[in-house]
T-cell receptor
Framework: KAGVTQTPRYLIKTRGQQVTLSCSPI?????VSWYQQTPGQGLQFLFE???????NKGNFPGRFSGRQFSNSRSEMNVSTLELGDSALYLC?????????????FGEGSWLTVV | GQNIDQPTEMTATEGAIVQINCTYQ??????LFWYQQHAGEAPTFLSY????GLEEKGRFSSFLSRSKGYSYLLLKELQMKDSASYLC???????????FGPGTRLSVLP
Protein backbone atom coordinates (compact mmCIF):
# COMPACT_ATOMS: atom_id res chain seq x y z
CA LYS A 1 0.00 0.00 0.00
CA ALA A 2 1.48 3.32 -1.06
CA GLY A 3 2.27 5.83 1.63
CA VAL A 4 1.51 9.52 1.76
CA THR A 5 2.86 11.22 -1.34
CA GLN A 6 3.85 14.86 -1.45
CA THR A 7 4.89 16.93 -4.44
CA PRO A 8 7.08 18.70 -5.18
CA ARG A 9 9.84 17.49 -2.87
CA TYR A 10 12.01 20.56 -3.23
CA LEU A 11 11.31 24.03 -4.49
CA ILE A 12 12.78 27.50 -4.41
CA LYS A 13 10.61 30.57 -4.60
CA THR A 14 11.14 34.30 -4.45
CA ARG A 15 9.66 36.60 -1.84
CA GLY A 16 6.19 37.75 -2.84
CA GLN A 17 5.44 34.70 -4.97
CA GLN A 18 2.89 32.09 -4.12
CA VAL A 19 3.28 28.32 -3.90
CA THR A 20 0.97 25.31 -4.02
CA LEU A 21 1.92 22.00 -2.44
CA SER A 22 0.13 18.75 -3.09
CA CYS A 23 -0.57 15.72 -0.93
CA SER A 24 -2.06 12.33 -1.79
CA PRO A 25 -3.05 10.41 1.35
CA ILE A 26 -2.82 6.70 1.92
CA UNK A 27 -5.61 4.94 0.06
CA UNK A 28 -8.72 4.84 2.24
CA UNK A 29 -7.58 7.67 4.48
CA UNK A 30 -10.00 10.57 4.55
CA UNK A 31 -8.30 12.93 6.98
CA VAL A 32 -5.37 15.06 5.88
CA SER A 33 -3.43 17.47 8.05
CA TRP A 34 -0.57 19.82 7.26
CA TYR A 35 2.39 20.82 9.41
CA GLN A 36 5.24 23.27 9.08
CA GLN A 37 8.58 22.26 10.52
CA THR A 38 11.45 24.63 11.16
CA PRO A 39 14.54 24.20 13.34
CA GLY A 40 13.43 26.94 15.69
CA GLN A 41 9.72 26.22 16.02
CA GLY A 42 9.53 22.46 15.62
CA LEU A 43 6.44 20.84 14.15
CA GLN A 44 3.60 23.36 13.95
CA PHE A 45 0.05 22.44 12.99
CA LEU A 46 -1.38 24.31 10.00
CA PHE A 47 -4.78 22.78 9.32
CA GLU A 48 -6.73 19.57 9.02
CA UNK A 49 -9.27 18.49 6.42
CA UNK A 50 -11.84 15.73 6.48
CA UNK A 51 -14.39 15.05 3.76
CA UNK A 52 -13.44 18.26 1.95
CA UNK A 53 -14.10 20.39 5.04
CA UNK A 54 -11.53 22.19 7.12
CA UNK A 55 -11.90 20.74 10.57
CA ASN A 56 -9.23 22.59 12.48
CA LYS A 57 -6.82 25.42 11.84
CA GLY A 58 -3.59 26.34 13.54
CA ASN A 59 -2.30 29.75 14.40
CA PHE A 60 -0.99 30.84 11.01
CA PRO A 61 -1.82 33.95 8.99
CA GLY A 62 -4.44 33.92 6.26
CA ARG A 63 -1.69 33.67 3.63
CA PHE A 64 -1.73 29.95 4.41
CA SER A 65 -4.73 28.14 3.01
CA GLY A 66 -5.68 24.66 1.97
CA ARG A 67 -8.35 22.53 0.47
CA GLN A 68 -9.29 18.90 0.08
CA PHE A 69 -10.82 17.26 -2.94
CA SER A 70 -13.47 14.54 -3.14
CA ASN A 71 -10.76 11.88 -3.60
CA SER A 72 -9.18 13.06 -0.29
CA ARG A 73 -6.17 14.56 -2.04
CA SER A 74 -5.22 17.89 -0.54
CA GLU A 75 -3.37 21.02 -1.50
CA MET A 76 -2.02 23.86 0.54
CA ASN A 77 -1.21 27.29 -0.76
CA VAL A 78 0.98 30.03 0.62
CA SER A 79 0.59 33.45 -0.94
CA THR A 80 2.91 36.45 -0.75
CA LEU A 81 5.83 34.33 0.41
CA GLU A 82 8.15 35.64 3.11
CA LEU A 83 11.67 34.53 3.96
CA GLY A 84 10.34 33.06 7.20
CA ASP A 85 8.14 30.66 5.26
CA SER A 86 11.21 28.62 4.37
CA ALA A 87 10.51 25.28 6.00
CA LEU A 88 9.68 21.64 5.56
CA TYR A 89 5.97 21.26 4.93
CA LEU A 90 4.64 17.89 6.00
CA CYS A 91 1.34 16.32 5.11
CA UNK A 92 -0.10 13.53 7.23
CA UNK A 93 -3.09 11.30 6.69
CA UNK A 94 -5.25 9.12 8.89
CA UNK A 95 -8.30 6.96 8.39
CA UNK A 96 -10.56 9.39 10.17
CA UNK A 97 -10.75 11.94 12.90
CA UNK A 98 -11.51 9.69 15.84
CA UNK A 99 -9.15 9.62 18.77
CA UNK A 100 -6.55 6.90 18.58
CA UNK A 101 -6.13 7.15 14.82
CA UNK A 102 -2.45 7.19 13.95
CA UNK A 103 -1.34 9.84 11.51
CA UNK A 104 1.17 8.89 8.83
CA PHE A 105 3.48 11.47 7.35
CA GLY A 106 4.66 12.03 3.81
CA GLU A 107 8.29 12.81 3.00
CA GLY A 108 7.53 16.51 2.94
CA SER A 109 8.11 19.43 0.63
CA TRP A 110 11.21 21.51 1.28
CA LEU A 111 10.43 25.13 0.51
CA THR A 112 13.17 27.73 0.30
CA VAL A 113 12.17 31.37 -0.09
CA VAL A 114 14.91 33.68 -1.35
CA GLY B 1 -4.23 24.62 26.31
CA GLN B 2 -1.04 22.73 25.74
CA ASN B 3 2.36 22.68 27.36
CA ILE B 4 4.79 19.93 26.38
CA ASP B 5 8.32 19.54 27.65
CA GLN B 6 11.09 17.22 26.46
CA PRO B 7 14.86 17.37 26.88
CA THR B 8 16.42 19.05 23.87
CA GLU B 9 19.33 16.66 23.39
CA MET B 10 20.58 13.37 24.76
CA THR B 11 23.65 11.28 24.06
CA ALA B 12 24.09 7.57 24.70
CA THR B 13 26.41 4.75 23.75
CA GLU B 14 25.68 1.92 21.36
CA GLY B 15 24.22 -1.06 23.24
CA ALA B 16 23.05 1.07 26.17
CA ILE B 17 19.54 1.94 27.38
CA VAL B 18 18.14 5.46 27.20
CA GLN B 19 14.94 6.96 28.56
CA ILE B 20 13.42 10.02 26.91
CA ASN B 21 10.93 11.85 29.10
CA CYS B 22 7.95 13.93 28.13
CA THR B 23 5.77 15.97 30.46
CA TYR B 24 2.59 17.58 29.27
CA GLN B 25 -0.33 19.67 30.37
CA UNK B 26 -3.08 19.02 27.87
CA UNK B 27 -6.74 19.85 28.22
CA UNK B 28 -9.01 17.10 26.94
CA UNK B 29 -6.15 14.60 27.03
CA UNK B 30 -6.91 11.21 25.49
CA UNK B 31 -3.64 9.44 24.75
CA LEU B 32 -0.04 10.00 23.75
CA PHE B 33 1.90 9.19 20.60
CA TRP B 34 5.64 8.90 20.09
CA TYR B 35 7.21 9.50 16.70
CA GLN B 36 10.77 9.07 15.46
CA GLN B 37 12.25 11.44 12.93
CA HIS B 38 15.61 10.96 11.25
CA ALA B 39 17.30 14.08 9.97
CA GLY B 40 15.79 15.19 6.67
CA GLU B 41 13.04 12.59 6.80
CA ALA B 42 9.38 12.41 7.80
CA PRO B 43 8.32 11.43 11.33
CA THR B 44 7.34 7.78 11.67
CA PHE B 45 4.98 6.29 14.23
CA LEU B 46 6.52 4.44 17.17
CA SER B 47 3.88 3.95 19.84
CA TYR B 48 0.56 5.01 21.27
CA UNK B 49 -0.46 4.87 24.94
CA UNK B 50 -3.94 5.52 26.19
CA UNK B 51 -3.88 3.55 29.45
CA UNK B 52 -1.44 3.97 32.32
CA GLY B 53 1.50 1.64 32.24
CA LEU B 54 4.20 0.29 30.00
CA GLU B 55 3.70 -0.83 26.40
CA GLU B 56 6.56 -2.90 25.05
CA LYS B 57 7.33 -3.25 21.37
CA GLY B 58 10.63 -4.92 20.67
CA ARG B 59 13.55 -2.71 21.68
CA PHE B 60 11.21 0.23 22.25
CA SER B 61 8.81 0.66 25.17
CA SER B 62 6.59 3.57 26.09
CA PHE B 63 5.15 4.44 29.48
CA LEU B 64 2.27 6.69 30.42
CA SER B 65 1.05 8.13 33.71
CA ARG B 66 -2.13 10.07 33.07
CA SER B 67 -2.38 11.44 36.60
CA LYS B 68 1.15 12.85 36.46
CA GLY B 69 1.01 14.10 32.87
CA TYR B 70 4.15 12.12 32.17
CA SER B 71 5.38 9.71 29.55
CA TYR B 72 8.69 8.22 28.61
CA LEU B 73 10.13 6.31 25.69
CA LEU B 74 12.63 3.62 26.59
CA LEU B 75 15.10 2.46 23.97
CA LYS B 76 17.12 -0.67 24.73
CA GLU B 77 20.19 -2.12 23.01
CA LEU B 78 20.81 1.16 21.27
CA GLN B 79 21.99 1.05 17.69
CA MET B 80 23.58 3.78 15.59
CA LYS B 81 20.44 3.95 13.48
CA ASP B 82 18.50 5.07 16.58
CA SER B 83 20.18 8.47 16.27
CA ALA B 84 17.16 10.64 15.50
CA SER B 85 14.73 13.09 17.03
CA TYR B 86 11.93 11.67 19.17
CA LEU B 87 8.69 13.60 19.33
CA CYS B 88 5.98 13.11 21.88
CA UNK B 89 2.49 14.14 20.86
CA UNK B 90 -0.33 14.29 23.38
CA UNK B 91 -3.68 13.64 21.77
CA UNK B 92 -6.81 15.56 22.65
CA UNK B 93 -10.35 14.38 22.36
CA UNK B 94 -11.55 17.57 20.71
CA UNK B 95 -10.39 20.17 18.24
CA UNK B 96 -6.90 19.82 16.89
CA UNK B 97 -6.09 16.33 18.03
CA UNK B 98 -2.29 16.41 17.84
CA UNK B 99 0.23 18.84 19.23
CA PHE B 100 3.84 17.80 18.95
CA GLY B 101 6.45 18.45 21.57
CA PRO B 102 9.73 20.16 20.66
CA GLY B 103 11.47 16.82 20.19
CA THR B 104 14.53 15.24 21.76
CA ARG B 105 17.56 14.78 19.53
CA LEU B 106 19.28 11.54 20.46
CA SER B 107 22.84 10.85 19.37
CA VAL B 108 24.10 7.29 19.68
CA LEU B 109 27.88 7.07 19.84
CA PRO B 110 30.00 4.01 19.06
Amino acid sequence: KAGVTQTPRYLIKTRGQQVTLSCSPISGHRSVSWYQQTPGQGLQFLFEYFSETQRNKGNFPGRFSGRQFSNSRSEMNVSTLELGDSALYLCASSIGTSVGNTIYFGEGSWLTVV
Amino acid sequence: GQNIDQPTEMTATEGAIVQINCTYQTSGFNGLFWYQQHAGEAPTFLSYNVLDGLEEKGRFSSFLSRSKGYSYLLLKELQMKDSASYLCAPERNYGQNFVFGPGTRLSVLP
